[in-house]
Protein backbone atom coordinates (compact mmCIF):
# COMPACT_ATOMS: atom_id res chain seq x y z
CA UNK A 1 0.00 0.00 0.00
CA UNK A 2 1.65 3.58 -0.99
CA UNK A 3 2.44 5.67 2.02
CA UNK A 4 0.87 8.52 2.82
CA UNK A 5 2.99 10.76 4.70
CA UNK A 6 1.11 14.38 4.24
CA UNK A 7 -1.88 13.48 5.51
CA UNK A 8 -3.22 14.58 8.89
CA UNK A 9 -3.73 11.55 11.25
CA UNK A 10 -4.18 13.05 14.70
CA UNK A 11 -3.56 10.41 17.83
CA UNK A 12 -4.68 6.74 17.49
CA UNK A 13 -5.52 4.58 20.49
CA UNK A 14 -5.39 1.07 19.91
CA UNK A 15 -7.47 -0.82 22.54
CA UNK A 16 -7.20 -4.72 22.90
CA UNK A 17 -6.33 -7.45 24.68
CA UNK A 18 -2.66 -9.70 24.57
CA UNK A 19 -2.79 -11.21 21.39
CA UNK A 20 -5.07 -8.96 19.64
CA UNK A 21 -2.99 -7.81 17.19
CA UNK A 22 -2.05 -3.73 18.48
CA UNK A 23 1.74 -4.35 18.17
CA UNK A 24 1.56 -5.55 14.36
CA UNK A 25 -1.14 -2.62 13.32
CA UNK A 26 0.46 -0.11 15.00
CA UNK A 27 3.71 -0.87 12.61
CA UNK A 28 1.43 -1.26 9.74
CA UNK A 29 -0.24 2.37 10.57
CA UNK A 30 3.51 4.00 11.37
CA UNK A 31 5.02 2.88 8.16
CA UNK A 32 1.77 3.81 5.85
CA UNK A 33 1.31 7.37 7.35
CA UNK A 34 5.05 8.12 8.37
CA UNK A 35 3.98 9.20 12.06
CA UNK A 36 5.28 8.07 15.35
CA UNK A 37 4.77 5.20 17.89
CA UNK A 38 4.94 6.81 21.83
CA UNK A 39 5.36 4.03 23.71
CA UNK A 40 5.14 4.57 27.71
CA UNK A 41 7.49 1.78 28.06
CA UNK A 42 10.20 3.56 26.06
CA UNK A 43 9.22 6.30 27.17
CA UNK A 44 10.01 5.32 30.71
CA UNK A 45 13.27 4.03 29.56
CA UNK A 46 14.81 6.73 27.64
CA UNK A 47 13.97 9.00 30.63
CA UNK A 48 15.82 6.65 33.18
CA UNK A 49 18.38 6.23 30.92
CA UNK A 50 19.42 9.21 30.52
CA UNK A 51 19.02 10.76 34.05
CA UNK A 52 16.37 12.85 33.31
CA UNK A 53 14.71 14.25 36.33
CA UNK A 54 11.40 12.42 35.60
CA UNK A 55 13.66 9.62 34.97
CA UNK A 56 15.75 9.18 38.59
CA UNK A 57 11.67 9.60 40.46
CA UNK A 58 10.42 6.89 38.28
CA UNK A 59 13.85 5.04 38.90
CA UNK A 60 13.31 5.52 42.68
CA UNK A 61 9.84 4.30 42.54
CA UNK A 62 10.25 0.65 40.66
CA UNK A 63 13.69 0.33 42.48
CA UNK A 64 11.15 0.10 46.06
CA UNK A 65 8.75 -2.24 43.46
CA UNK A 66 5.93 0.17 43.07
CA UNK A 67 4.52 1.31 40.48
CA UNK A 68 5.44 5.13 38.99
CA UNK A 69 2.23 7.54 39.28
CA UNK A 70 0.46 8.35 36.51
CA UNK A 71 1.21 11.59 37.20
CA UNK A 72 5.08 10.78 36.01
CA UNK A 73 3.63 8.80 33.21
CA UNK A 74 1.78 11.32 31.69
CA UNK A 75 4.35 14.22 31.89
CA UNK A 76 6.74 11.76 29.95
CA UNK A 77 3.98 11.85 27.47
CA UNK A 78 3.14 15.01 27.53
CA UNK A 79 7.18 15.88 26.99
CA UNK A 80 6.59 13.37 23.76
CA UNK A 81 3.56 14.91 22.15
CA UNK A 82 4.96 18.32 21.89
CA UNK A 83 7.87 17.41 19.75
CA UNK A 84 7.78 18.33 16.27
CA UNK A 85 7.64 14.71 14.42
CA UNK A 86 4.14 14.21 16.68
CA UNK A 87 2.25 17.02 14.89
CA UNK A 88 0.37 15.14 12.07
CA UNK A 89 -0.47 12.26 14.88
CA UNK A 90 0.76 9.73 16.62
CA UNK A 91 -0.75 6.24 17.77
CA UNK A 92 -0.12 5.50 21.71
CA UNK A 93 1.32 2.14 22.90
CA UNK A 94 0.35 1.70 26.90
CA UNK A 95 -1.29 4.76 26.76
CA UNK A 96 -3.92 5.85 28.44
CA UNK A 97 -4.10 2.44 30.50
CA UNK A 98 -6.43 3.85 33.36
CA UNK A 99 -9.41 5.89 32.64
CA UNK A 100 -7.83 8.59 34.68
CA UNK A 101 -5.09 8.65 32.06
CA UNK A 102 -8.06 8.94 29.20
CA UNK A 103 -9.25 11.96 31.09
CA UNK A 104 -6.16 13.60 31.10
CA UNK A 105 -5.18 13.06 27.69
CA UNK A 106 -8.31 14.26 26.41
CA UNK A 107 -7.81 17.67 28.54
CA UNK A 108 -4.41 18.20 26.94
CA UNK A 109 -5.48 17.45 23.68
CA UNK A 110 -8.30 20.22 24.40
CA UNK A 111 -6.00 22.89 25.91
CA UNK A 112 -2.49 22.70 25.57
CA UNK A 113 -1.96 20.68 21.96
CA UNK A 114 -5.44 22.22 20.42
CA UNK A 115 -4.12 23.83 17.23
CA UNK A 116 -6.44 26.74 15.99
CA UNK A 117 -5.87 26.49 12.67
CA UNK A 118 -8.20 23.20 12.09
CA UNK A 119 -11.49 23.22 11.88
CA UNK A 120 -11.61 20.28 14.67
CA UNK A 121 -10.34 19.32 18.13
CA UNK A 122 -7.93 16.18 17.49
CA UNK A 123 -9.44 13.94 19.83
CA UNK A 124 -8.25 10.53 19.41
CA UNK A 125 -9.53 8.00 16.92
CA UNK A 126 -9.67 5.09 19.45
CA UNK A 127 -10.11 1.86 17.98
CA UNK A 128 -10.37 -1.37 19.70
CA UNK A 129 -9.90 -5.29 18.62
CA UNK A 130 -11.98 -7.30 19.71
CA UNK A 131 -10.86 -10.86 19.64
CA UNK A 132 -12.74 -14.54 20.92
CA UNK A 133 -10.84 -15.56 23.69
CA UNK A 134 -10.50 -19.28 22.19
CA UNK A 135 -8.63 -17.37 19.83
CA UNK A 136 -6.26 -15.37 21.90
CA UNK A 137 -5.23 -18.65 23.34
CA UNK A 138 -4.42 -19.70 19.98
CA UNK A 139 -2.59 -16.44 19.15
CA UNK A 140 -0.64 -16.47 22.16
CA UNK A 141 0.58 -19.61 23.35
CA UNK A 142 1.27 -21.02 19.55
CA UNK A 143 3.20 -17.97 19.49
CA UNK A 144 7.30 -18.31 18.70
CA UNK A 145 10.69 -16.18 18.06
CA UNK A 146 13.67 -16.74 16.72
CA UNK A 147 16.60 -15.71 19.21
CA UNK A 148 18.64 -15.17 15.88
CA UNK A 149 16.86 -13.04 13.73
CA UNK A 150 13.45 -12.11 15.91
CA UNK A 151 11.30 -13.64 12.97
CA UNK A 152 7.83 -14.38 14.60
CA UNK A 153 5.69 -17.54 14.02
CA UNK A 154 2.87 -19.34 15.22
CA UNK A 155 2.50 -23.01 15.51
CA UNK A 156 -1.20 -23.23 15.34
CA UNK A 157 -2.07 -20.46 12.90
CA UNK A 158 1.57 -19.51 10.86
CA UNK A 159 3.97 -22.57 11.73
CA UNK A 160 7.53 -23.05 10.55
CA UNK A 161 8.79 -25.22 7.57
CA UNK A 162 10.32 -27.64 10.24
CA UNK A 163 8.56 -27.92 13.94
CA UNK A 164 10.42 -25.40 15.88
CA UNK A 165 12.86 -24.27 14.09
CA UNK A 166 13.37 -21.00 12.35
CA UNK A 167 12.55 -20.95 8.39
CA UNK A 168 15.62 -18.58 7.86
CA UNK A 169 18.71 -19.58 9.60
CA UNK A 170 17.32 -22.85 11.46
CA UNK A 171 17.89 -21.50 15.12
CA UNK A 172 15.65 -23.15 17.53
CA UNK A 173 12.43 -20.95 18.21
CA UNK A 174 11.53 -19.92 21.87
CA UNK A 175 8.57 -19.31 23.95
CA UNK A 176 8.19 -15.79 25.72
CA UNK A 177 7.89 -15.84 28.99
CA UNK A 178 4.64 -13.65 28.92
CA UNK A 179 3.42 -16.19 25.99
CA UNK A 180 2.74 -18.97 28.64
CA UNK A 181 -0.38 -20.64 29.48
CA UNK A 182 -0.08 -19.94 33.05
CA UNK A 183 0.77 -16.62 32.79
CA UNK A 184 -1.88 -15.65 30.09
CA UNK A 185 -4.59 -15.79 32.73
CA UNK A 186 -3.53 -12.84 35.27
CA UNK A 187 -2.55 -11.26 31.74
CA UNK A 188 -5.96 -10.96 30.57
CA UNK A 189 -7.59 -10.81 34.12
CA UNK A 190 -5.30 -7.77 34.35
CA UNK A 191 -6.29 -6.28 31.01
CA UNK A 192 -10.26 -6.81 32.44
CA UNK A 193 -9.87 -5.27 35.61
CA UNK A 194 -7.87 -2.00 34.81
CA UNK A 195 -8.08 -1.44 30.59
CA UNK A 196 -11.77 -2.35 30.72
CA UNK A 197 -12.70 0.92 32.16
CA UNK A 198 -10.84 3.03 29.71
CA UNK A 199 -12.77 1.41 26.51
CA UNK A 200 -16.10 2.17 28.64
CA UNK A 201 -14.63 5.91 29.16
CA UNK A 202 -14.76 6.30 25.27
CA UNK A 203 -17.45 4.33 24.87
CA UNK A 204 -19.57 6.69 26.78
CA UNK A 205 -17.97 9.26 25.35
CA UNK A 206 -19.19 7.89 21.62
CA UNK A 207 -15.91 7.71 19.82
CA UNK A 208 -14.88 4.08 21.03
CA UNK A 209 -14.72 2.29 17.16
CA UNK A 210 -14.65 -1.60 17.50
CA UNK A 211 -12.87 -3.88 15.16
CA UNK A 212 -13.44 -7.89 14.88
CA UNK A 213 -9.82 -8.55 15.43
CA UNK A 214 -10.58 -11.96 14.43
CA UNK A 215 -10.10 -11.14 11.11
CA UNK A 216 -7.84 -11.77 8.64
CA UNK A 217 -4.82 -9.77 9.28
CA UNK A 218 -4.99 -7.42 6.28
CA UNK A 219 -8.32 -6.97 6.09
CA UNK A 220 -8.22 -5.63 9.94
CA UNK A 221 -5.12 -3.34 8.52
CA UNK A 222 -7.84 -2.08 5.57
CA UNK A 223 -10.46 -1.60 8.11
CA UNK A 224 -8.52 0.58 10.30
CA UNK A 225 -6.78 2.48 7.30
CA UNK A 226 -10.50 3.39 6.31
CA UNK A 227 -11.53 4.89 9.63
CA UNK A 228 -8.04 6.99 9.66
CA UNK A 229 -9.17 8.17 5.96
CA UNK A 230 -12.59 8.94 6.62
CA UNK A 231 -12.27 10.68 10.03
CA UNK A 232 -10.21 13.27 8.16
CA UNK A 233 -12.35 13.23 5.01
Given amino acids: MAQETS ?11 PGA ?4 QAKRIMERYGIPQVSTGDLLRENVDRGTELGLAAKAVMARGQLVSDDEVCE ?5 LVEPDCKRGYILDGFPRTAAQAEWLDRLLEHELFDNSRPTRAWP ?10 QLLLRI ?3 RSCPTCGRIYNVHLQPPRVDELCDVDGTKLVTRNDDRLEVLQPRLTAYQEQTRPVSDYYQRAGRLISINGD ?5 VTEQIFRILEDHHA
Avoid at 8 to 14: Q, T
Avoid at 76 to 80: S, W
Fill in 21 to 24: GKGT
Fill in 141 to 143: TGR
Fill in 7 to 17: REVGPVVLLGP
Fill in 76 to 80: MVRER
Fill in 125 to 134: IVIRLDVDYN
Fill in 215 to 219: LPMDD
